[in-house]
């Protein structure tokens, strides 16, 4: 059940109230007992987790996003530089088909 925050439009008084999405929304003040309670928009609060959604596997270009490992993150927060990947070390290299600008080269 989603949790909503109400506001008075007369005394100020807000709450969070755990309803079912079906309820009606609440309109009496449980403060003041006036009809001016009504819900507040709010940011939603969730976090994506699980394989392909942490901020590291998107960072340093096309080598963390074509599936290597993302670099290793010290206690202090510095990133340490990864070695390369030894299919990114030379361009020249790369079949006709595929170009040298595909991220597997």
Do not use: N
Not at 11 to 21: I, S
Not at 61 to 89: C, K, Q
Request: hydrophobic residues 40%.
């Amino acid at each position: 059940m989603p949790i909503y925050a109400y506001k008075c439009g007369s005394c100020g008084h807000a709450k969070d109230v755990l309803q079912k999405m079906s309820d009606a929304p609440l309109t009496e003040c449980p403060a003041c007992g006036a009809a001016t309670f009504s819900k507040q928009l709010t940011a939603a609060g969730f976090q994506l987790k699980g394989s392909g959604w942490y901020v590291t596997d998107f960072r340093g270009g096309a080598g963390a996003a074509s599936g290597t490992s993302a670099p290793a993150v010290s206690p202090a927060g510095d990133t340490a530089a990864a070695a390369p990947a030894p299919a990114a070390e030379s361009a020249s290299a790369a079949p006709a088909s595929c170009g040298s600008s595909c991220a597997c080269h």
